[in-house]
Protein backbone atom coordinates (compact mmCIF):
# COMPACT_ATOMS: atom_id res chain seq x y z
CA UNK A 1 0.00 0.00 0.00
CA UNK A 2 1.36 3.27 -1.11
CA UNK A 3 2.30 5.77 1.73
CA UNK A 4 1.91 9.08 2.44
CA UNK A 5 4.08 11.89 1.52
CA UNK A 6 3.06 14.60 3.91
CA UNK A 7 0.63 14.59 6.98
CA UNK A 8 -1.49 18.05 8.03
CA UNK A 9 -4.30 20.28 8.36
CA UNK A 10 -6.54 21.84 6.03
CA UNK A 11 -8.12 25.04 7.41
CA UNK A 12 -10.58 26.66 6.24
CA UNK A 13 -12.50 29.44 8.23
CA UNK A 14 -12.75 27.69 11.92
CA UNK A 15 -12.61 24.38 10.26
CA UNK A 16 -9.71 21.99 10.40
CA UNK A 17 -9.75 19.00 8.31
CA UNK A 18 -6.16 16.71 9.22
CA UNK A 19 -5.66 14.92 5.98
CA UNK A 20 -2.78 12.44 4.82
CA UNK A 21 -1.26 13.44 0.83
CA UNK A 22 -0.62 11.01 -1.70
CA UNK A 23 0.88 11.60 -5.04
CA UNK A 24 -2.16 11.22 -7.87
CA UNK A 25 0.36 10.39 -10.47
CA UNK A 26 3.31 8.35 -11.26
CA UNK A 27 5.70 8.83 -14.37
CA UNK A 28 5.74 5.80 -16.81
CA UNK A 29 8.46 7.08 -19.02
CA UNK A 30 11.29 4.98 -20.53
CA UNK A 31 14.52 5.83 -18.47
CA UNK A 32 17.73 5.45 -20.24
CA UNK A 33 21.71 4.89 -18.51
CA UNK A 34 24.55 6.33 -19.47
CA UNK A 35 27.00 3.40 -20.09
CA UNK A 36 30.65 3.36 -21.46
CA UNK A 37 30.73 2.40 -24.93
CA UNK A 38 33.78 0.29 -24.88
CA UNK A 39 33.01 -2.20 -21.57
CA UNK A 40 29.34 -1.70 -21.23
CA UNK A 41 30.35 -0.27 -17.53
CA UNK A 42 27.51 2.21 -16.23
CA UNK A 43 28.34 5.91 -15.65
CA UNK A 44 28.72 7.39 -12.11
CA UNK A 45 28.55 10.80 -11.63
CA UNK A 46 30.53 11.92 -8.48
CA UNK A 47 30.27 14.48 -6.05
CA UNK A 48 33.88 16.76 -7.03
CA UNK A 49 35.52 19.80 -4.79
CA UNK A 50 36.82 21.96 -7.60
CA UNK A 51 39.75 23.54 -5.27
CA UNK A 52 40.88 19.73 -5.17
CA UNK A 53 41.10 19.56 -8.66
CA UNK A 54 38.46 16.76 -9.09
CA UNK A 55 40.63 14.63 -6.82
CA UNK A 56 38.59 14.41 -3.96
CA UNK A 57 34.63 13.23 -4.21
CA UNK A 58 32.74 15.11 -1.36
CA UNK A 59 30.71 12.54 1.03
CA UNK A 60 26.88 13.28 1.27
CA UNK A 61 27.55 14.14 5.23
CA UNK A 62 29.92 16.67 4.18
CA UNK A 63 27.58 18.83 1.92
CA UNK A 64 25.16 21.14 3.31
CA UNK A 65 22.87 23.82 1.57
CA UNK A 66 24.47 27.19 1.24
CA UNK A 67 22.25 30.38 -0.17
CA UNK A 68 25.02 32.93 -2.09
CA UNK A 69 24.70 36.33 -0.41
CA UNK A 70 27.63 37.88 -2.66
CA UNK A 71 30.52 36.23 -4.68
CA UNK A 72 31.73 34.18 -2.38
CA UNK A 73 30.00 34.84 0.37
CA UNK A 74 27.29 32.37 1.55
CA UNK A 75 24.91 31.36 4.67
CA UNK A 76 24.73 27.48 5.68
CA UNK A 77 21.49 26.41 6.19
CA UNK A 78 20.39 22.86 7.43
CA UNK A 79 16.73 21.51 6.80
CA UNK A 80 15.21 22.11 9.49
CA UNK A 81 16.20 25.77 9.61
CA UNK A 82 14.77 26.00 5.85
CA UNK A 83 11.61 24.67 7.37
CA UNK A 84 11.74 26.92 10.08
CA UNK A 85 10.86 29.69 8.33
CA UNK A 86 7.41 28.47 7.56
CA UNK A 87 6.26 28.60 10.66
CA UNK A 88 2.91 27.32 11.65
CA UNK A 89 1.78 27.07 7.70
CA UNK A 90 4.47 23.78 7.63
CA UNK A 91 1.77 21.61 8.34
CA UNK A 92 -0.86 23.65 7.23
CA UNK A 93 -3.14 23.68 3.72
CA UNK A 94 -4.83 26.91 4.46
CA UNK A 95 -7.91 27.64 1.87
CA UNK A 96 -8.65 31.23 0.96
CA UNK A 97 -11.48 31.51 -1.22
CA UNK A 98 -13.68 29.22 -3.20
CA UNK A 99 -14.27 29.93 -6.73
CA UNK A 100 -16.03 28.21 -9.47
CA UNK A 101 -14.11 25.57 -10.94
CA UNK A 102 -14.49 26.19 -14.93
CA UNK A 103 -12.72 29.91 -14.03
CA UNK A 104 -9.53 28.06 -13.39
CA UNK A 105 -7.62 28.12 -16.80
CA UNK A 106 -5.68 24.87 -17.40
CA UNK A 107 -2.14 26.71 -17.82
CA UNK A 108 -2.41 26.78 -13.74
CA UNK A 109 -2.41 22.96 -13.16
CA UNK A 110 0.87 21.57 -12.16
CA UNK A 111 0.93 18.24 -9.95
CA UNK A 112 -1.80 16.39 -8.76
CA UNK A 113 -2.31 14.61 -5.28
CA UNK A 114 -4.98 12.51 -3.40
CA UNK A 115 -6.04 13.70 0.06
CA UNK A 116 -6.78 10.96 2.56
CA UNK A 117 -8.51 11.31 5.76
CA UNK A 118 -6.88 10.84 9.27
CA UNK A 119 -8.62 9.16 12.30
CA UNK A 120 -10.18 12.10 13.36
CA UNK A 121 -10.69 13.95 10.49
CA UNK A 122 -13.00 11.57 8.82
CA UNK A 123 -16.27 13.45 9.56
CA UNK A 124 -14.94 16.89 8.50
CA UNK A 125 -13.27 15.43 5.44
CA UNK A 126 -16.34 13.97 4.41
CA UNK A 127 -18.70 17.10 4.96
CA UNK A 128 -16.18 19.26 3.06
CA UNK A 129 -16.31 17.04 0.30
CA UNK A 130 -20.21 17.10 0.08
CA UNK A 131 -20.22 20.79 0.64
CA UNK A 132 -17.63 21.59 -2.70
CA UNK A 133 -19.36 18.89 -4.57
CA UNK A 134 -22.86 20.96 -4.17
CA UNK A 135 -21.46 24.05 -4.42
CA UNK A 136 -19.51 23.20 -7.86
CA UNK A 137 -16.76 25.40 -6.27
CA UNK A 138 -13.07 24.32 -5.68
CA UNK A 139 -10.98 25.78 -2.69
CA UNK A 140 -7.87 27.69 -3.77
CA UNK A 141 -4.89 28.58 -0.53
CA UNK A 142 -1.52 27.84 -0.03
CA UNK A 143 0.42 25.00 0.90
CA UNK A 144 4.36 25.34 2.03
CA UNK A 145 5.76 21.67 0.39
CA UNK A 146 9.44 20.77 -0.50
CA UNK A 147 10.74 24.05 1.04
CA UNK A 148 8.39 26.38 -1.34
CA UNK A 149 5.33 27.88 -0.98
CA UNK A 150 2.54 26.58 -3.63
CA UNK A 151 -0.84 28.20 -4.72
CA UNK A 152 -3.46 25.24 -4.89
CA UNK A 153 -6.68 23.87 -5.56
CA UNK A 154 -8.80 21.79 -3.15
CA UNK A 155 -11.58 19.66 -5.50
CA UNK A 156 -13.54 16.48 -5.24
CA UNK A 157 -12.70 13.96 -7.67
CA UNK A 158 -15.53 11.18 -7.56
CA UNK A 159 -15.25 10.06 -3.99
CA UNK A 160 -12.29 11.82 -2.26
CA UNK A 161 -10.64 14.92 -2.38
CA UNK A 162 -7.53 15.90 -4.76
CA UNK A 163 -5.63 19.30 -4.56
CA UNK A 164 -3.07 20.68 -7.53
CA UNK A 165 -0.79 22.32 -7.72
CA UNK A 166 -1.05 25.60 -9.28
CA UNK A 167 1.79 27.83 -11.03
CA UNK A 168 2.18 31.40 -9.81
CA UNK A 169 0.89 34.66 -12.62
CA UNK A 170 4.26 36.14 -13.23
CA UNK A 171 5.47 31.79 -14.27
CA UNK A 172 3.03 31.96 -17.10
CA UNK A 173 4.87 33.38 -20.32
CA UNK A 174 3.48 35.95 -21.99
CA UNK A 175 2.47 35.03 -25.69
CA UNK A 176 3.21 38.19 -27.32
CA UNK A 177 6.38 37.27 -26.70
CA UNK A 178 6.72 34.71 -29.54
CA UNK A 179 6.66 34.85 -33.17
CA UNK A 180 3.62 32.57 -33.32
CA UNK A 181 2.57 33.75 -36.63
CA UNK A 182 -0.25 36.68 -38.37
CA UNK A 183 -3.18 35.71 -39.26
CA UNK A 184 -3.57 36.75 -43.02
CA UNK A 185 -7.08 36.80 -43.42
CA UNK A 186 -9.76 35.72 -41.55
CA UNK A 187 -11.51 32.43 -42.84
CA UNK A 188 -14.38 32.49 -44.79
CA UNK A 189 -17.90 31.36 -43.38
CA UNK A 190 -18.11 28.06 -45.51
CA UNK A 191 -14.49 27.12 -44.40
CA UNK A 192 -15.85 27.77 -40.53
CA UNK A 193 -18.83 25.57 -41.41
CA UNK A 194 -16.99 22.80 -42.65
CA UNK A 195 -14.60 22.76 -39.86
CA UNK A 196 -17.11 23.11 -37.11
CA UNK A 197 -18.97 20.33 -38.79
CA UNK A 198 -15.28 17.99 -38.44
CA UNK A 199 -15.15 19.10 -34.89
CA UNK A 200 -18.79 17.84 -34.15
CA UNK A 201 -18.17 14.58 -36.09
CA UNK A 202 -15.07 14.05 -33.94
CA UNK A 203 -16.92 15.26 -30.79
CA UNK A 204 -17.39 12.23 -27.86
CA UNK A 205 -16.80 12.16 -24.33
CA UNK A 206 -13.64 12.40 -22.56
CA UNK A 207 -12.31 8.81 -21.74
CA UNK A 208 -8.60 8.59 -20.67
CA UNK A 209 -8.21 4.96 -20.47
CA UNK A 210 -8.69 5.28 -24.55
CA UNK A 211 -5.17 7.21 -24.59
CA UNK A 212 -2.14 5.55 -24.05
CA UNK A 213 1.68 6.20 -24.41
CA UNK A 214 2.64 4.41 -27.54
CA UNK A 215 5.59 6.16 -28.09
CA UNK A 216 6.92 4.17 -24.48
CA UNK A 217 5.33 1.30 -25.91
CA UNK A 218 7.25 1.69 -29.46
CA UNK A 219 10.69 2.46 -27.02
CA UNK A 220 10.01 -0.96 -25.30
CA UNK A 221 9.57 -2.96 -28.61
CA UNK A 222 12.72 -0.75 -30.14
CA UNK A 223 14.40 -2.17 -27.50
CA UNK A 224 13.51 -5.83 -27.77
CA UNK A 225 14.54 -6.15 -31.38
CA UNK A 226 18.07 -4.69 -30.55
CA UNK A 227 18.80 -6.81 -27.89
CA UNK A 228 17.50 -10.13 -29.98
CA UNK A 229 20.31 -8.64 -32.61
CA UNK A 230 17.99 -6.88 -35.63
CA UNK A 231 18.84 -4.40 -37.14
CA UNK A 232 17.17 -1.45 -36.70
CA UNK A 233 16.17 0.71 -39.75
CA UNK A 234 15.82 4.73 -38.94
CA UNK A 235 12.41 6.13 -40.78
CA UNK A 236 12.64 8.79 -43.13
CA UNK A 237 10.97 11.78 -41.97
CA UNK A 238 8.20 12.71 -42.87
CA UNK A 239 6.36 16.33 -41.63
CA UNK A 240 2.92 17.22 -42.71
CA UNK A 241 2.54 19.59 -45.02
CA UNK A 242 -0.43 23.13 -44.91
CA UNK A 243 -2.80 22.12 -47.59
CA UNK A 244 -2.74 24.83 -50.58
CA UNK A 245 -6.40 24.23 -50.94
CA UNK A 246 -8.44 23.65 -47.50
CA UNK A 247 -11.88 24.05 -48.17
CA UNK A 248 -10.63 20.86 -50.17
CA UNK A 249 -8.90 19.36 -46.90
CA UNK A 250 -11.89 19.74 -44.90
CA UNK A 251 -13.64 18.18 -47.31
CA UNK A 252 -11.84 15.04 -47.42
CA UNK A 253 -11.16 15.31 -44.25
CA UNK A 254 -15.42 15.55 -43.46
CA UNK A 255 -15.84 12.22 -45.77
CA UNK A 256 -13.18 10.17 -43.77
CA UNK A 257 -14.48 10.91 -40.35
Not at 10 to 18: D, E, Q, S, T, W
Not at 52 to 59: E, I, K, L, S, T
Not at 69 to 83: H, M, N, P, Q, R
Request: charged content about 30%; proline content about 4%; hydrophobic content about 40%.
Amino acid sequence: MARSIWNGTIVFGLVAVPIKVYSATESKTVHFREVHAKDGSRIEHRRICPKHRGQFVVDYDDIVKGYELSKGKWVELTDDEIAAAAGSRSRRIEIDHFVPLDEIDPVYYERAYYLGAQDKGRDAYALLHAALERAGRAGVGSWTFHNRERTVLLRPIEDVLAIHTMRFADEIVDPSGFELGRVRHKPREREIEMASSLVNGLHTDFDPSEYEDTYRADVLALVERKAAGKNIELPAEEEPEAADDLLAALEASLAKA
